[in-house]
C-alpha cells in the first residue's frame, strides 16, 4: 500500500505542500481543513452586503515572489496575476496634496535614484545610501536599530514598503526581515518589484486552480474536518484526532501540520511558535473606479494606506490596522471613504461598503517574534511543520507560506 501525506490546513502552505507531493507521485496526498473553504487567509468570499465576491483582504505580489510564480505556473494562473509592464508605484501625500510615480529601472544598478523624474520628490541621489545598512543587519536588531526612521526617503519610500511587507510599524520591525524583503526585491532592481494583483480574485487565482489540480491528481481534500488532537509514541505521530473519526498512520505515513501557530501550539508538545499578531484593515466599496486611476495607489499623512482598483470596486487596505479594529464599522467605512473620495474625484456620498477586520492577519514581524519561529522538521520523524510564522526567512507573506510548503514537501520527500 502506497504511503499516505496527511495535510492539515488548506491554506497556501498546505495547498503548495500538496501541489509538489502530489505531483511526485507514490505518496496518496489526504488535505484536511478545518473550515468549508480553502485558502486560509487568502481566500474569496460572496459578501452579501455588496452583492460581489471580494477577497478577504487585497494581497500583492511581486515579480520576484520566484516561488509563488513558479506555484501559479505549475496550477496554471500564472496568467490571472496582471500588473503594469514596468515597476511603478504612485502616490498622493494626503498633506501636501503632491503626487508622484516612483518607477524603478529593470537591473541591480539603481539608476532611477539619480532622475528626479523616476525617484521620490523633494530627494537627492546621496538620501538613499542610508538605505544600504539594511540590507545585511546584524543579528536580532530593529530597523529602527539599524537605519534612522525619519526623512524624506524613509517617510516616502521606506516606510510605506516595509509596513506593507511587514505588516508593522517599520521601526519595530525585524531588520533581518526587512532586509530579505529588500535583497529580493529593491536589491535585484525593477524586474523583481513590479507590483502584481490577481484581478479576478485570489481566489480563482491562487486557490481554486490548485484544488482542481489536485483532484485531478487523485489527491483528496477533507472540508470540515479540523485535526483536534495527535497521539504521538516515540519518534512518530501515531494517530490523528478529528472528532468524529480517527486516522491511525502507518509506519510510512507522515503529517504536514501547516494551521496557523495559535492552532499548531496546541497540537504539538513543547512547540516555540510567535505569539504576537498584527491586524490587516481592508474596506471594499462597490463603485467603479475612475478611469484614469492607477490599480494601486500609495498614500501618505492618511488613514488609508493602499487604495486598490479593481472593476466595479475600490478597495483600501491599512497594514498594522490594530489601532482600528475596534473603531465601529461605519465610523470607519466614512473616514476611509473620505479620503478615497478626496484622492480619486469621487463622489463624496458613501457607496456600499463592507469591512474587513483580520484581527491575526500575521505575526508581529519583531526580532523576539522572528526568533520564535520553528524550522519544518521536528523531533518526530513524520510531522513536518509548514506555514508563514515558520522560519521561512521572509515575513508572514504569500511567499513565504509557499516556501514553507515547498520545504515540507521536499523533508517529506526526503523520508522514504
Ligand atoms: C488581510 C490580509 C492581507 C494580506 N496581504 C498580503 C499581501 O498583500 N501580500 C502577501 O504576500 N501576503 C499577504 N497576507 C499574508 C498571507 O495571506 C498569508 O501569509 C498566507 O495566506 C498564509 O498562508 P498559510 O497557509 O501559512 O496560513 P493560513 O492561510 O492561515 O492557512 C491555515 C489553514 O489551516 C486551517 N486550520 C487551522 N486549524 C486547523 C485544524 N486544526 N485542522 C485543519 N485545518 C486547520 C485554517 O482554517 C486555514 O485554512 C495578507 C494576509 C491578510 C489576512
Known sequence: MNATVHI?????????????????????????????????????????ALGMTIDNGNHLLLSGNRAALDYLRTIGAERRLVGPPAAEFSFVDLASGERWTLRFNDGPIPFWIFDPGRRVPGTRALDYAPMAQLLWPPAGKAVG????????????????????????????????????????????GGRACRPLIAREGLGSTLIEPALALLAQRGAVIRMEHQLRSMRYGRDRVETLYFGNDNIALNTDDAVVLAVPPYAAAPLVGDLATPTEFR????AHFRIDPPPVMPSMLGVLNATVEWIFAFPGRISVTISAGDRLVDTPREELAKTIWCEVAHVTGLPAALPPWQIVRERRATFAA?????????GA??????????????????PATIEGAIRSGNRAAEVIAKLS
Do not use: K, M
Open 366 to 374: 519583531t526580532p523576539a517574534q522572528d526568533a520564535r519561529r520553528p
Open 377 to 394: 522538521a521536528t523531533q518526530w520523524r513524520n510531522l513536518v511543520l509548514a506555514g508563514d510564522w515558520t522560519d521561512t526567512s521572509l
Open 279 to 282: 491586524a490587516i484593515v481592508n
Open 8 to 48: 492539515i490546513g488548506a491554506g497556501l502552505a498546505g495547498l503548495s505542500a500538496a501541489v509538489r507531493l502530489s505531483r511526485a507521485g507514490g505518496r496518496v496526498v489526504v488535505v484536511h481543513e478545518a473550515t468549508a473553504f480553502a485558502g486560509g487567509r487568502c481566500r474569496s468570499y460572496h459578501d452579501a
Open 145 to 188: 536599530e539599524v537605519i534612522a526612521c525619519e526623512g524624506t526617503v524613509y517617510r516616502r519610500l521606506v516606510e510605506p514598503l516595509l509596513l506593507a511587507a511587514l505588516n508593522i510599524d517599520p521601526p519595530q520591525g525585524s531588520a533581518r526581515l526587512a532586509a530579505a524583503v529588500i535583497r529580493e526585491t529593491l536589491a535585484v
